[in-house]
Structure formats: structure tokens, C-alpha cells
């Protein structure tokens, strides 16, 4: 009810009429009080008098004097801020004197004074000086008998001006009433309008009152300064260096208050265009107060005025601007109260220069900074207004949508409720009440239970946090449902919503199951392996066991009967493994052929006694499909793995397990099983890293070139010959295979990056140490045909080898498996090209792999490398002894050289002589060693590391010449 009056009252149509009318009162009393009118302006008699600067006169009072009768009178004196003392002289007749009982010398910088009356006998005698007024010094002259003038000395202190006259007692006592009268309405008026505005700054927390507070004060002091009453301020006296001080800074707080007010009223000055402004003119306001605080009184004077210019002029177009964008009525309001002050120094400008004060009477300091005052009250007052309506408006605003929102509450499709921080429901919506509460009101579901809710109020912690849960409920049928509930909380609520999601959240479960399971067979993928192995790392780094199968010859199985029955038999082997497996660990299906379980922590034993059961069964019952028996053979792997902290490294030592079973399986055809312990495992490891780093064209630390040595059998001179090897030397110096990294290379498609760097080290050898290896004739380098199917790295390579074509006509590059060449004619120009450069070609492994007769033909070979796997058992083998009698010949045919390698035994190397190989390559000579030994070496027979069988060997050889 209050509230509703106060509201009424507010509307009421006389209370702005009312306001108009009190606010025209105070003005008209402030006028009446604040005006110098002519017909009350008590009489006076100005006087003019002539004057002197201190360092124009010399020698005694008398002197003086004599010197300022002779100069011309004035009625004025200004100073033009010169600060030292000032000598006057004023004629006076006697019976002025009688007349008039006291003389004044008015000004308001007056600061040291002293006055001597000049009596027609020649005299001199110091007179008594009153202050009365402030800015009024008066002295009595009853009972002056002959007088004839007044002689003084005055001291000033900033742009002072000085006017003298003659004045009854009864006159100036009726001055002095009316300054003190003015002073006082003046006082009274700006300090409640002060203390007004400071309860209004405490109450509103407002830094627009702050600074109108201060900018009252200031106004207050600059009144007191030009009526010349601020001598005195709360009552003390201020000194002469004090009371300059306290006008300094008064000027330096109005500028800055002003700044500061015109920075709250007007929004557009923060604009960009107006910011730099706005930044010097804050700038200045903290220059004033220093000079306020520490340059002498002129100094700052000669400051203060030209930025006060300067400011004023930025300040009035901000207001104009302002005004012409948005006829905005705090611009008009705050340029009324600046026509207000500049008509007030306009009426002292016409007062001080041309005499004329007219407008002086009614827009003197006093009255002016009252009006001023009250115009910017008035501007903050409709400043404060529009802000209030502005408030007003999204108060409205906010209503409605609290209406909007309620009415949404109410018809949402979801649940929705509020409930106190102790978690006691306050709102909740129709379907809140139709799901989940019973006839008494209470909720049906134990989340949402009044102790749950508390709970997740205080769990939230501080205003503005909100959670989403899912929580499953089970109900007594045995079904699930689930539940979404998302929460929010203020400072005293907790808002939820509260919505059933059971039919999205089985078709997500549905999705993830068919994300994670291999849909034929209903086990594990590669992913949802991948998902259990990342869960179990993610609380510590464990080690893992693996039992993996593959059914060998699946495809064959394909071909034989066909795709479904190949599905059925699929199914039927995972149900077979899930029977023996299920209880023992995670199985997973990795390939189309491959399944792998995951060890159980700590059931291994039982798992390999399952696991062997499974084996059994797979071996003495066949599956029945359609009639059909399908007998299957397995390749199993168990690999025990060391502590691994990634998925990624656990995935590739079960794959490449796998991998190096099934090679093993490929040589030996008895092979069932095989075995990984921790130390192989984690050698696999090392390979998959290294790979990895491949991607990154990062190659393994020890990487280096071996040289090994190839011996020419029918040549008198013993040329020396050798092929370089990829090795990798181990921390004590040992060199040990490259295979893996040769593998990784062509399973991750970097042949041609390892190729380039083979030929690079190598031709920055030769150059290096051509010197030393003048006896070397021959050196081969291995291009596997990834690299040959390259482009760029055929281009790389010519580019190579003419940067070294000095040394071309030693290289031999060996090619192997010609038929996995893509595009056979690029390789034969590139071979011609190379050739032509002075390399030589040769093909390796023949008689194996794919090649065969017709590519020596077609590649116009040097040289013919016959596999090894012929060449050692060529004398056990008559399959072997022929084949390679077949390839001697041909190459001879051709006009190739001939390479035999693998040649590992004295038995050997004399049937590969008889049947005519130019040279042989192997264990028997030497293995590949270090480069470096080749400097300097005049036979590979020196490599031999027992001489004994070096004899042998060339013995061998010189049998053969001979």
C-alpha cells in the first residue's frame, strides 16, 4: 500500500508545478540577495591618483612624493601580474576629509599594505589600516586638519588592479553589511547545496555527485576570490603564501571537476574520436594540481588560463555536438549553466575595461555561480532522470520476460522445478507434477529427494554454476529408464529441469555398441579393443597378455565356399572362442582372419589351459555347415608384453606379432605357435617406433653404412669390388641389421627417403676419401623398386649423381623385383640416363622373386646377382646346380657379369668357379664391415679375419688360373 501511494504521488500532475515554482523562488531570492544594485549600492567618491613601480622611485618618502605629483593621475592601477611593490599618491582637500571620513582602497589581491597621510606643512604620519571586506582596505581621516594627501606602498600578487575613494562611516559600515550579507546567502546556499549533494554521493555510491561536490567547492572559492572574502576559509585566516596556495587550487579542482562532470554526462565524448581529447584534458587536470602544489602564483596563472581556453572550447563542442546528435536536454541544461559563466566574464571583462556595469548588477561572481550552479544540478537532475527511466524500461522489459518465462515455465514439455537451498521444492510445473510427484506432493525419484538437491546445491559452490547428469533408474519391472537432470543455482535457488531421454539414450548405447563390436561376430573391434586398453592405462601404466589366432588360408576357404558360409564360419569360431575365452579376458576380432583376447590380470595360467583347450577342439572337431566339413587350421601368437603407457604402443606389438608369426609360419610350414616374451616383445616395440618416427623423416640414432666385399674369381689383377649394406651400430660399436628398419621403410611407403640417403652418405664418401679408395672399382647400392615407382626420387638421384660424376663409373645400383615396377618404360630411361653418366646396373636376386629372363633383356643389365637362396645349396641340389648353370650361361650370353652370392664354404666357391661365376659375395670372404676399412686396401682378402682360410681361398683361385 505504501509503495502504490508513493507511486500516485509520483504521477501526481502538481508536483512538477509545484517543483517550478519552488525552484522560481529560490532564484528570485538568490537575485534579490545576490544583486548590486545602483539605488542600493551605498555613495562613494572615487578618487583618481598617479603611481609608481618600486625600482622608478629612489630616495626618501618626501622624494617619493615630490616624484608622484609630477606623474598623471588614473582611476585605476593594474598590475599585469608584476608582483613587486607599487607606490601611489592621492590628492586630498581638507574639507573632503571633513566630509568624507573614511578612505578605501579596494582590490582583491592586495597582499602587504602601508599608508601615510602628506599634511600641507610638509609632513609625513602613518596611518592605520582596516581590512573590512576582504578585498576593501580603509582608513579613518577624522580630525585630519590641513591634509593634502595620502602616500602608500602595495604589495600584489597576481593580476590585481587597485581603485580608491572616499566613503561616510555610516557608507561603508552599510558596505560592510551588504558584502557580509551577500557572503553569507552565498555560503549557506553553495554548502547545502554541498552537503546535499555529499549525502547523495553516500547514497548512491555515485562518482557524478563526488565530483559536482567538489565542483561546488571550487565554485564557492572562485566567488570568495572575486569578491576578495577568501581570506578566510572554515573560519581561519589564510596568510599570504597560504591564501595564493588555496587559490591555485581551487582554480585546478574547478578544471578538474569540470572534466570530470562532462565525462559522466556525456557519453559520446569516451567515443574514439573524442578519447584523446578527453585523455589530455585529464592530463592537464593532474599538471594543475602539481603547479597548484609547488610553481609560485604567476607561473601557474600564466598556465592555467591559455589550457583553460583550450579546454573550454573542447567542452562547449562536446556539449553542442552532443545536443545536435540527440537533443539531449542534459546539453541543453549544461550549456545554459556555461551561458551563465560566460556572461558573468563577459560583465567583468565590461566592468574591468570600458567601466560599464550594467550587466555587473545582475551577473556579478555571486549570482552567477549560484545560477550556474543550479543549471548543472539540473542537467545531473535530468541526466539522473533519463538514467531512472532508462532503469525504469528494463525493469519493464525484465517483468515481461519474467511473465514470458513463468508462462513457459508453466506449458513447457519438460519438467522443470525450483527448489531453497536445503533442497524443499518452491515451483515446479505441470509436468513436473505429473511424472514425478505422488498425491502427497513428495517426489518419486530418490535424486530428486530433498537431501539430494541440498547436496547438489552446496556441490555447485558459488552462483551462476550449473551440471548435467544422466541417471539411470531402475524400476520394479526390472527396466531402466533414464534421466536427464540439468541444474543451476543462484544465490538462494536451485533451478532443474528434469527430462526422461530413456528411447535416445538406447539408440546412443545401441551406436556405441556398434562403434566398439565387430558386427558379424558380436566381438570386440580394433576400436572398442583400443577404448578398454586406453580405460585401464588411464588409471596406471599395467602390462598385457595377448593370445591372438588367425585362421590360415581364409581366402582360399572364400574361394572354396563363397562368402556365406565364410560368414557362418567366421561366427561359428567366435562362439567356439567365446565358450573357452569369454571368462579369461576381452576378445577382440583385429582382421578379417584375426582374433585377439586380453588377458585378465593374473589368469594367465587358466587362460593357456583354456586356451590349449580351444586349440584341441579346433583340431579334433570340425565345423558343420549345410552339410559341409570344414576342418580349420590356426597360427597362434602369445605375446607377453613388459609396463606399456599407451595405446598406440600396445596395438602395434600385437599387430606386429602377428605379423613376424606369420613370416615364421611362411618359412616353416610346421610352425603352430609362437611366442613373444617380454624382451622380444619389447625389441617389436622399438621397430614400431622407429617406424612411427619415419613418418616425421626422422631416421634411428646408429644408423650407418657397411661395406662388403665382393672377389672377383678369374681376374689376374684381383680388382676390388664391394656392395653397401645399411647397418646399425649399437652403443659398444658393434654393427647389427638393418632389416627391421629396411621393412618399416617399405611398409610405411620411405624407400625412397633411405634409398636417397644410402646414395647421398655414400657419394660424400667416395668424395671425401677418393685418395684412399683409388684401388676400389666397383660399389653397388641396393634401389628397391618403391623407390624406382617415385619420380622424385629418380630426379633426386640423377641430380646426385652428376653433383658427383667423377665418381659415377664406380656405382652400381642393384634392382630388384623388377615386376612390382609400376611404370617399366620411366625405369628404362632412367637407366639409360645413369648409364650413360657412367653407372652401372645390376639385378639382384635373380632366379627368385619376380625376376626372371625377360627383364635382363629389357633393362640391358651389367651385372646378374643370382639369388642366394640357389646359390647355397647348389652342391646338395641338382634342381640349384642347373638353374644356376642356366643363369651363367645366359648372362655370358648377354654380356653380364656374374655374381654368386651366399657363398659361405670353400665347397661352394669351387663349383660356382667351375661353372664360371665372375665373382662371389659372402660370409666365406667377409661379412659387411665398416667402410672406413676399405681406405687403403689393396684385396678383400684382407678382410678375412683367419689368414689360414684366406690361403685356402686363394689357393682356390690360383688353382682355377692356372
Given at each position: 500500500?505504501?509503495?502504490?501511494?508513493?507511486?500516485?504521488?509520483?504521477?501526481?500532475?502538481?508536483?512538477?508545478?509545484?517543483?517550478?515554482?519552488?525552484?522560481?523562488f529560490?532564484?528570485?531570492?538568490?537575485?534579490?540577495?545576490?544583486?548590486?544594485?545602483?539605488?542600493?549600492?551605498?555613495?562613494?567618491?572615487?578618487?583618481?591618483?598617479?603611481?609608481?613601480?618600486e625600482?622608478?622611485?629612489?630616495?626618501?618618502?618626501?622624494?617619493?612624493?615630490?616624484?608622484?605629483?609630477?606623474?598623471?593621475?588614473?582611476?585605476?592601477?593594474?598590475?599585469?601580474l608584476?608582483?613587486?611593490?607599487f607606490?601611489i599618491?592621492?590628492?586630498?582637500?581638507?574639507?573632503?576629509?571633513s566630509?568624507?571620513?573614511?578612505?578605501?582602497?579596494?582590490?582583491?589581491?592586495?597582499?602587504q599594505?602601508?599608508?601615510?597621510?602628506?599634511?600641507e606643512?610638509?609632513?609625513?604620519?602613518?596611518?592605520?589600516?582596516n581590512?573590512?571586506?576582504?578585498?576593501?582596505?580603509?582608513?579613518?581621516?577624522?580630525?585630519?586638519?590641513?591634509l593634502?594627501?595620502?602616500?602608500?606602498?602595495?604589495?600584489f600578487?597576481?593580476?590585481?588592479?587597485l581603485?580608491?575613494?572616499?566613503?561616510?562611516?555610516?557608507d561603508?559600515?552599510?558596505?560592510?553589511?551588504?558584502?557580509?550579507?551577500?557572503?553569507?546567502?552565498l555560503?549557506?546556499?553553495?554548502?547545502?547545496?554541498i552537503?546535499?549533494v555529499?549525502?547523495?554521493?553516500?547514497?548512491?555510491?555515485?562518482?557524478?555527485?563526488v565530483s559536482?561536490?567538489?565542483?561546488?567547492?571550487?565554485?564557492?572559492?572562485?566567488?570568495?576570490?572575486?569578491?576578495?572574502?577568501?581570506?578566510?576559509?572554515?573560519?581561519?585566516?589564510?596568510?599570504?603564501?597560504?591564501?595564493?596556495?588555496?587559490?591555485?587550487?581551487?582554480?585546478?579542482?574547478?578544471?578538474?571537476?569540470?572534466?570530470?562532470?562532462?565525462?559522466?554526462?556525456?557519453?559520446?565524448?569516451?567515443?574514439?574520436?573524442?578519447?584523446?581529447?578527453?585523455?589530455?584534458?585529464?592530463?592537464?587536470?593532474v599538471?594543475l594540481?602539481?603547479?597548484?602544489?609547488?610553481?609560485?602564483?604567476?607561473?601557474f596563472?600564466e598556465?592555467?588560463?591559455?589550457?583553460?581556453?583550450?579546454?573550454?572550447?573542447?567542452?562547449?563542442?562536446?556539449?553542442?555536438?552532443?545536443?545536435?546528435e540527440?537533443?539531449?536536454?542534459?546539453?541543453?541544461?549544461?550549456?545554459?549553466?556555461?551561458?551563465?559563466?560566460?556572461?558573468?566574464?563577459?560583465?567583468?571583462?565590461?566592468?574591468a575595461?570600458?567601466?560599464?556595469?550594467?550587466?555587473l548588477?545582475?551577473?556579478?561572481?555571486?549570482?552567477?555561480?549560484?545560477?550556474?550552479s543550479v543549471?548543472?544540478?539540473v542537467?545531473?537532475?535530468?541526466?539522473?532522470?533519463?538514467?531512472?527511466?532508462?532503469?525504469?524500461l528494463?525493469?519493464?522489459?525484465?517483468?515481461?520476460?519474467?511473465?514470458?518465462?513463468?508462462?513457459?515455465?508453466?506449458?513447457?514439455?519438460?519438467?522443470?522445478?525450483?527448489?531453497?537451498?536445503h533442497?524443499?521444492?518452491?515451483?515446479?510445473?505441470?509436468?513436473?507434477t505429473?511424472?514425478?510427484l505422488?498425491?502427497?506432493?513428495?517426489?518419486t525419484?530418490?535424486?530428486?529427494?530433498?537431501?539430494?538437491l541440498?547436496?547438489?546445491?552446496?556441490?555447485l559452490?558459488?552462483?551462476?554454476?550449473?551440471?548435467?547428469r544422466?541417471?539411470?533408474?531402475?524400476?520394479?519391472?526390472?527396466?531402466?529408464?533414464?534421466?536427464?537432470?540439468?541444474?543451476?543455482?543462484?544465490?538462494?535457488e536451485?533451478?532443474?529441469?528434469?527430462?526422461?531421454?530413456?528411447?535416445r539414450?538406447?539408440?546412443?548405447?545401441?551406436?556405441?555398441?556398434?562403434?566398439?563390436?565387430?558386427?558379424?561376430?558380436?566381438a570386440?573391434?580394433?576400436?572398442?579393443?583400443?577404448?578398454i586398453?586406453?580405460?585401464?592405462?588411464?588409471?596406471?601404466?599395467?602390462?598385457?597378455?595377448f593370445?591372438?589366432?588367425?585362421?590360415?588360408?581364409?581366402?582360399?576357404?572364400?574361394?572354396?565356399?563363397?562368402?556365406?558360409?565364410?560368414?557362418?564360419?567366421?561366427?561359428?569360431?567366435h562362439?567356439?572362442l567365446?565358450?573357452?575365452?569369454?571368462?579369461?579376458?576381452?576378445?577382440?576380432?583385429?582382421?578379417?582372419?584375426?582374433?585377439?583376447?586380453m588377458?585378465?590380470?593374473?589368469?594367465t595360467?587358466?587362460?593357456e589351459?583354456?586356451?590349449?583347450?580351444?586349440?584341441?577342439?579346433?583340431?579334433?572337431?570340425?565345423?558343420?555347415?549345410?552339410?559341409?566339413?570344414?576342418?580349420?587350421?590356426?597360427?597362434?601368437?602369445?605375446?607377453?608384453?613388459g609396463?606399456?603407457?599407451?595405446?598406440?604402443?600396445?596395438?602395434?606389438?600385437?599387430e606386429?606379432?602377428m605379423?613376424?608369426s606369420k613370416?615364421?609360419?611362411?618359412?616353416?610350414?610346421?610352425?603352430?605357435?609362437v611366442?613373444?616374451?617380454?624382451n622380444?616383445?619389447?625389441?617389436?616395440?622399438?621397430q614400431s617406433?622407429?617406424?612411427?618416427?619415419?613418418?616425421?623423416?626422422?631416421l634411428?640414432?646408429?644408423?650407418?653404412?657397411?661395406w662388403?666385399p665382393?672377389?672377383?674369381?678369374?681376374?689376374?689383377?684381383?680388382?676390388?669390388?664391394?656392395?653397401?649394406l645399411l647397418?646399425?651400430?649399437?652403443?659398444?660399436?658393434?654393427?647389427?641389421?638393418?632389416?627391421?628398419?629396411?621393412e618399416?621403410?617399405?611398409?610405411?611407403?620411405?624407400?625412397?627417403?633411405l634409398?636417397?640417403?644410402?646414395?647421398?652418405?655414400?657419394?660424400?664418401?667416395?668424395?671425401k676419401?677418393?685418395?684412399q679408395?683409388?684401388?676400389?672399382s666397383v660399389?653397388?647400392?641396393?634401389v628397391?623398386?618403391g623407390?624406382?615407382?617415385?619420380?622424385?626420387?629418380?630426379?633426386?638421384?640423377?641430380?646426385?649423381?652428376?653433383?658427383?660424376?667423377?665418381?659415377?663409373?664406380?656405382?652400381?645400383?642393384?634392382?630388384?623385383?623388377?615386376?612390382?615396377?609400376?611404370?617399366?618404360q620411366a625405369?628404362?630411361?632412367f637407366?639409360?640416363?645413369?648409364?650413360?653418366?657412367?653407372?652401372?646396373?645390376?639385378?639382384?636376386?635373380?632366379g627368385?622373386?619376380?625376376?626372371?629372363?625377360?627383364?635382363?633383356?629389357?633393362?640391358?643389365?651389367?651385372?646378374?646377382?643370382i639369388?642366394?637362396?640357389?646359390v647355397?645349396?647348389?652342391?646338395?641340389?641338382?634342381?640349384?646346380?642347373?638353374?644356376?648353370?642356366?643363369?651363367v650361361?645366359?648372362?655370358?650370353?648377354?654380356?653380364?657379369?656374374?655374381?654368386?652370392?651366399?657363398?659361405?664354404?670353400?665347397?661352394?666357391l669351387?663349383?660356382?668357379?667351375?661353372?664360371g661365376?665372375?665373382?662371389?659375395?659372402?660370409y666365406?670372404?667377409?661379412?659387411?664391415?665398416?667402410?672406413?676399412?676399405f681406405?687403403g686396401?689393396?684385396?678383400?682378402?684382407e678382410?678375412?679375419?683367419?689368414?689360414?682360410?684366406?690361403r685356402?681361398v686363394?689357393?682356390?683361385?690360383?688353382?682355377?688360373?692356372?
Amino acid at each position: 500500500m505504501p509503495i502504490a501511494v508513493a507511486a500516485s504521488f509520483q504521477r501526481t500532475p502538481w508536483v512538477p508545478v509545484l517543483s517550478v515554482v519552488l525552484l522560481s523562488f529560490f532564484l528570485l531570492v538568490s537575485f534579490v540577495n545576490l544583486s548590486v544594485l545602483n539605488e542600493n549600492s551605498p555613495h562613494e567618491v572615487p578618487l583618481v591618483f598617479s603611481s609608481l613601480a618600486e625600482e622608478e622611485v629612489e630616495g626618501s618618502l618626501f622624494r617619493v612624493v615630490d616624484q608622484l605629483k609630477s606623474e598623471p593621475e588614473q582611476p585605476v592601477l593594474r598590475t599585469h601580474l608584476k608582483e613587486s611593490p607599487f607606490w601611489i599618491y592621492a590628492d586630498l582637500q581638507t574639507s573632503m576629509a571633513s566630509q568624507y571620513e573614511q578612505i578605501f582602497f579596494r582590490s582583491r589581491h592586495l597582499v602587504q599594505s602601508t599608508c601615510w597621510l602628506d599634511y600641507e606643512n610638509g609632513s609625513l604620519q602613518e596611518i592605520q589600516l582596516n581590512t573590512n571586506q576582504g578585498r576593501v582596505v580603509s582608513a579613518n581621516l577624522d580630525n585630519s586638519v590641513s591634509l593634502q594627501g595620502v602616500l602608500c606602498q602595495f604589495k600584489f600578487i597576481g593580476p590585481a588592479s587597485l581603485e580608491i575613494g572616499l566613503q561616510t562611516s555610516a557608507d561603508l559600515n552599510k558596505a560592510i553589511l551588504i558584502s557580509e550579507r551577500r557572503q553569507s546567502f552565498l555560503e549557506g546556499v553553495l554548502y547545502l547545496m554541498i552537503g546535499m549533494v555529499a549525502v547523495a554521493a553516500f547514497m548512491t555510491r555515485s562518482a557524478l555527485f563526488v565530483s559536482y561536490g567538489f565542483w561546488l567547492f571550487a565554485s564557492l572559492r572562485l566567488v570568495a576570490l572575486s569578491e576578495g572574502w577568501d581570506h578566510s576559509i572554515f573560519g581561519f585566516d589564510l596568510k599570504s603564501d597560504p591564501l595564493m596556495r588555496a587559490r591555485m587550487l581551487a582554480l585546478a579542482m574547478y578544471f578538474t571537476s569540470t572534466v570530470l562532470i562532462v565525462w559522466h554526462l556525456f557519453e559520446n565524448i569516451r567515443r574514439e574520436s573524442w578519447l584523446g581529447v578527453l585523455r589530455a584534458l585529464q592530463c592537464a587536470s593532474v599538471l594543475l594540481t602539481v603547479l597548484a602544489l609547488f610553481s609560485p602564483y604567476r607561473t601557474f596563472l600564466e598556465l592555467f588560463w591559455p589550457i583553460s581556453l583550450v579546454a573550454a572550447s573542447a567542452v562547449a563542442w562536446v556539449v553542442i555536438q552532443n545536443f545536435l546528435e540527440k537533443r539531449d536536454r542534459v546539453a541543453i541544461y549544461y550549456l545554459a549553466a556555461m551561458l551563465i559563466s560566460l556572461t558573468g566574464a563577459v560583465a567583468e571583462v565590461l566592468s574591468a575595461w570600458f567601466d560599464q556595469r550594467f550587466l555587473l548588477q545582475y551577473f556579478n561572481s555571486a549570482s552567477v555561480t549560484v545560477l550556474a550552479s543550479v543549471m548543472t544540478a539540473v542537467a545531473l537532475a535530468e541526466f539522473l532522470r533519463k538514467a531512472q527511466w532508462q532503469q525504469q524500461l528494463a525493469a519493464q522489459e525484465i517483468k515481461q520476460a519474467h511473465e514470458r518465462l513463468e508462462s513457459i515455465f508453466d506449458i513447457a514439455p519438460s519438467a522443470m522445478f525450483t527448489c531453497t537451498r536445503h533442497g524443499e521444492l518452491i515451483h515446479f510445473n505441470k509436468q513436473f507434477t505429473n511424472l514425478f510427484l505422488n498425491r502427497e506432493g513428495t517426489p518419486t525419484l530418490d535424486f530428486l529427494q530433498s537431501q539430494r538437491l541440498a547436496a547438489l546445491f552446496n556441490l555447485l559452490e558459488q552462483p551462476g554454476k550449473s551440471s548435467r547428469r544422466e541417471l539411470p533408474v531402475v524400476s520394479a519391472e526390472g527396466q531402466t529408464r533414464w534421466y536427464e537432470l540439468v541444474v543451476s543455482r543462484d544465490h538462494r535457488e536451485l533451478v532443474g529441469v528434469v527430462a526422461d531421454f530413456t528411447a535416445r539414450k538406447d539408440r546412443e548405447l545401441a551406436l556405441q555398441y556398434q562403434a566398439t563390436h565387430d558386427e558379424l561376430t558380436g566381438a570386440l573391434n580394433r576400436r572398442g579393443l583400443q577404448n578398454i586398453i586406453h580405460n585401464k592405462l588411464n588409471r596406471r601404466t599395467a602390462s598385457f597378455t595377448f593370445f591372438c589366432v588367425e585362421i590360415q588360408q581364409f581366402s582360399r576357404l572364400i574361394s572354396a565356399y563363397g562368402l556365406a558360409v565364410s560368414d557362418q564360419l567366421l561366427q561359428a569360431f567366435h562362439t567356439e572362442l567365446y565358450r573357452h575365452m569369454n571368462t579369461h579376458g576381452e576378445i577382440s576380432r583385429l582382421h578379417i582372419d584375426q582374433f585377439a583376447i586380453m588377458i585378465h590380470p593374473n589368469d594367465t595360467e587358466r587362460a593357456e589351459e583354456a586356451f590349449n583347450a580351444f586349440l584341441h577342439r579346433l583340431d579334433s572337431v570340425p565345423f558343420q555347415f549345410d552339410g559341409r566339413c570344414i576342418q580349420t587350421t590356426v597360427l597362434a601368437t602369445l605375446v607377453f608384453q613388459g609396463l606399456v603407457d599407451n595405446v598406440l604402443d600396445v596395438m602395434e606389438t600385437v599387430e606386429m606379432s602377428m605379423r613376424e608369426s606369420k613370416l615364421k609360419a611362411k618359412r616353416n610350414s610346421k610352425v603352430e605357435r609362437v611366442v613373444f616374451e617380454q624382451n622380444q616383445t619389447r625389441s617389436l616395440l622399438d621397430q614400431s617406433r622407429t617406424i612411427r618416427r619415419l613418418d616425421d623423416q626422422k631416421l634411428p640414432t646408429g644408423l650407418t653404412l657397411a661395406w662388403q666385399p665382393i672377389l672377383a674369381l678369374n681376374e689376374c689383377n684381383r680388382p676390388l669390388y664391394a656392395e653397401a649394406l645399411l647397418r646399425i651400430k649399437d652403443e659398444n660399436g658393434k654393427l647389427g641389421s638393418a632389416g627391421f628398419l629396411i621393412e618399416a621403410c617399405e611398409r610405411g611407403g620411405h624407400t625412397a627417403f633411405l634409398d636417397n640417403w644410402v646414395l647421398s652418405h655414400t657419394l660424400d664418401f667416395l668424395a671425401k676419401h677418393a685418395q684412399q679408395l683409388n684401388k676400389l672399382s666397383v660399389l653397388s647400392i641396393n634401389v628397391s623398386p618403391g623407390s624406382l615407382n617415385d619420380e622424385i626420387f629418380l630426379q633426386d638421384t640423377l641430380a646426385l649423381i652428376r653433383a658427383h660424376q667423377q665418381h659415377a663409373s664406380k656405382l652400381c645400383l642393384e634392382i630388384t623385383e623388377v615386376g612390382s615396377v609400376i611404370n617399366l618404360q620411366a625405369v628404362q630411361n632412367f637407366i639409360e640416363q645413369v648409364r650413360g653418366l657412367g653407372v652401372r646396373i645390376a639385378l639382384d636376386d635373380f632366379g627368385a622373386g619376380y625376376s626372371n629372363f625377360r627383364y635382363a633383356m629389357d633393362l640391358h643389365a651389367d651385372v646378374i646377382k643370382i639369388d642366394g637362396s640357389i646359390v647355397k645349396n647348389i652342391c646338395h641340389s641338382t634342381e640349384s646346380h642347373a638353374v644356376v648353370t642356366a643363369i651363367v650361361g645366359l648372362a655370358h650370353d648377354l654380356g653380364c657379369k656374374c655374381v654368386a652370392e651366399w657363398v659361405e664354404d670353400l665347397h661352394t666357391l669351387r663349383e660356382v668357379k667351375e661353372l664360371g661365376v665372375d665373382y662371389v659375395q659372402g660370409y666365406l670372404v667377409s661379412p659387411a664391415v665398416e667402410c672406413e676399412r676399405f681406405l687403403g686396401l689393396g684385396s678383400a682378402l684382407e678382410l678375412m679375419p683367419d689368414q689360414n682360410r684366406a690361403r685356402l681361398v686363394q689357393s682356390v683361385l690360383e688353382s682355377g688360373s692356372a
